[in-house]
Each structure stands twice: as C-alpha cells, then as structure tokens.
C-alpha cells in the first residue's frame, strides 16, 4: 500500500486535541480519518509527530497514513481538503514516502512557538490564539531564566504529573523569545525546540518565564526549579491556545523539492 506523508495546519480550538477520542469528541485525528474515508471507503488509521493537547493549534503538524490507490499527491491533498471542510484543519503538503517512514518515530526534532500577547486592551482578532497578560514584561528577564534549560537536564519540574514519558531526561536545543509590536502591547514568541518534548514541558516552561518576566521569580529561580526535580517548583502552566507546532525534522525532509 503507497504511504503518504501529510503536512497538515489547524486551529485547535475546537477540538479536545489530536488523537482519537473514544467518546466521539472532535478531535484533529479523527477529522483527518472522516476526510481518508471519504476517498476510499473503510477505516483508517494515521499516526501524527506530535499529540497535540485540546486547545493546541499547529503549522506544521506531519502524519502519514497508507491507502490502496497511488494518488497523485495534488488530487490528494485537493480531495482531502474538500472533505475537510468546514472543519478549521488544511493538508498544506503531501508527500509520497518509503513504506518504512514513521511521521512519529522518524522524527529527528520537533518545533514548537508560544505566542504571549502583553496589552491592557482584549484581543480581538488573536482571540483564542494568543495567551494574552496584562502587565509589561522584561524579556531581557525571560531570556536569562530560559538559558538554565538548554541542554541535557532532568525535566521532571516542567513535565505533567500525568505524563508517560519512561524519563523526564531531555535534550532541549533551543529556546529563543522573539519580540514584536503588536497594536497597543507587545507580543512575544517563544520558540523552542528538541528531539522530543515531555506533557505540557512548553506550557509549563513558558508559564515559569512568564513569571521571570513579570518580576515574581528571579532569573536564577528558573535554575532552581529545575534543580529541585519536583513538579511543586514550577511555574503557574498557561494557558493551551498560544502554543502552535510549527514543524518537524526528519533525517531527510519528505516535503522538498
């Protein structure tokens, strides 16, 4: 059976998150599912890089999925696109891979941005895509907090209690925050970036930087908590709906060319 990679985009709001629920909640993975079985008949399974939580949007979301007929990847991602509607959830790319491709276990990184808006006034447009604060913020301030995370730690503080992660050990490569007028405040863009991420290790992350940047926590906290492997040390978690998985890296990118 040809096996398709799908670069997908979505708007988690409506959804209680990528994976299939059992109960028959929408869900990101069961659209997609209804879309497949549109086009050839029968029930379909996808696997996705990364399970979003309910709530969680993305960019560059990546699954795969095998069918019996060799689409044309155009007429595939146009066809899948129809049936999707009008759920918020668009193929952006198809690809034709090799049978032993695994959007999850192939995957060499994941990326994923954090969008923070800090204005007095509600947002409008953003509303439901941004986590939005009140006060200024010292991104200077989040900037030396978030230094104590890169590299190789135990991230037991950042992670869910209910993860199932077999190790709270990680990689963290990247993080970098990114500052940008937005109308009356400021917006900031954390983006990070790692083999792989624990439960709720960038909410928690970005909701202790938060609290660097308001001026509750010293930078140095961060470390601290960190060091403490307790989940007690960390940081209030934000809120879902400004966090986006932007991309996916794989040894070669099935996407190019």
């Known amino acids: 059976m040809p096996r398709f990679a799908l670069r997908i985009e979505y708007d988690g709001g409506p959804f209680a998150g990528w994976q299939r629920q059992a109960e028959g909640r929408a869900s990101v993975q069961g659209a997609v599912e209804a879309a497949l079985a549109r086009l050839e008949p029968g029930p379909h399974t996808i696997a996705a890089a990364g399970r979003t939580d309910a709530g969680v949007h993305a960019t560059g979301q990546v699954a795969h999925c095998d069918l019996a007929r060799d689409w044309d990847m155009f007429r595939l991602s146009e066809a899948l696109n129809w049936h999707l509607k009008p759920a918020p959830v668009a193929v952006v790319q198809v690809a034709r891979v090799a049978d032993d491709f695994h959007a999850r276990f192939s995957a060499t ?122 989940r007690a040390a960390c940081g209030p978690v934000c809120p879902p709906q400004g966090l986006y998985l932007t991309g996916v890296g794989y040894p070669v990118d099935p996407f190019a060319g």
Request: with cysteine.
């Open 109 to 230: 990184e994941r990326r994923y941005t954090f969008r923070l808006v800090q204005r007095r006034a509600p947002v409008t447009h953003d509303k439901g895509l941004v986590w939005q604060v009140l006060n200024p913020l010292d991104g200077d301030a989040m900037r030396a907090g978030a230094a104590h995370l890169v590299g190789h730690h135990d991230f037991t503080t950042f992670r869910s209690s209910i993860c199932q992660a077999k190790s709270p050990v990680k990689t963290l490569d990247e993080i970098r925050i990114e500052e940008l007028d937005y109308p009356g405040g400021r917006e900031f863009r954390f983006h990070l970036r790692a083999r792989s991420f624990l439960h709720n290790q960038v909410r928690s992350i970005v909701g202790t930087l938060e609290r660097v940047g308001a001026g509750a926590w010293a930078p140095e906290a961060v470390r601290d908590a960190l060091e403490a492997r307790s």
